[in-house]
T-cell receptor, first 114, second 113 residues
Framework: DQQVKQNSPSLSVQEGRISILNCDYT??????FLWYKKYPAEGPTFLIS?????DKNEDGRFTVFLNKSAKHLSLHIVPSQPGDSAVYFC?????????????FGKGTKLSVIP | EPEVTQTPSHQVTQMGQEVILRCVPI?????FYWYRQILGQKVEFLVS????????KSEIFDDQFSVERPDGSNFTLKIRSTKLEDSAMYFC???????????FGSGTQLSVL
């Protein structure tokens, strides 16, 4: 049961261009969405998040867009840099009582080509 | 910058043995979590812990698993009798009072032989 789906396992982008990573979800109870970046042999590192009351959140080169009606979010990285090469995980949570467990997608491996 | 620390980084054990994975969450955080990632698969939730008790657990977290916060700083995951399919990277995470943003440790790679 994939409640959070990242349908592209990999993406290659030229340095300086825009990277767009996509994520779809099925659970209407999700109200908080996060993107994590993961390098090999390291834990996921928080990148950017968005609450369901917003449709856009921007932090430097990173922008997350949320389309609630389509249950879709995307992460834009512009301009892309070789250091951005990593696996990107989309994650979602619903603010239930007691904890904020995250449901992760399978990840998209981004390769930024110099 | 504060970080979540996990030890050991690698653990090799024989099937049927008990293992304890250790974590030191960020000091002012209130929520603690264990996740795991089997090679080639997605990161999966195991358990969350708040106010000295389990708040949520997944189907993976069966009777062979337990968590403990033995003192004010450590958070441990115990697997009582390991199985081959327990081989995975185990991540500890913690989050602050608002809870939503989780900070992850670097993980413990558990190999069950």
């Amino acid at each position: 049961d994939q409640q959070v789906k990242q349908n592209s396992p990999s993406l290659s982008v030229q340095e300086g261009r825009i990277s767009i990573l996509n994520c779809d979800y099925t659970n209407s109870m999700f109200d908080y969405f996060l993107w994590y970046k993961k390098y090999p042999a390291e834990g996921p590192t928080f990148l950017i998040s968005i609450s369901s009351i917003k449709d856009k959140n921007e932090d430097g080169r990173f922008t997350v867009f949320l389309n609630k009606s389509a249950k879709h979010l995307s992460l834009h990285i512009v301009p892309s840099q070789p250091g951005d090469s990593a696996v990107y995980f989309c994650a979602a949570s619903g603010s239930g009582a007691g904890s904020y467990q995250l449901t992760f997608g399978k990840g998209t491996k981004l390769s930024v080509i110099p | 910058e504060p970080e979540v620390t996990q030890t050991p980084s690698h653990q090799v054990t024989q099937m049927g043995q008990e293992v304890i994975l250790r974590c030191v969450p960020i000091s002012n955080h209130l929520y603690f979590y264990w996740y795991r990632q089997i090679l080639g698969q997605k990161v999966e939730f195991l358990v969350s812990f708040y106010n000295n008790e389990i708040s949520e657990k997944s189907e993976i977290f069966d009777d062979q698993f337990s968590v403990e916060r033995p003192d004010g700083s450590n958070f441990t995951l115990k697997i009582r009798s390991t199985k081959l399919e327990d081989s995975a990277m185990y991540f500890c995470a913690s989050s602050g009072p608002r809870g939503e943003k989780l900070f992850f440790g670097s993980g413990t790679q558990l190999s069950v032989l």
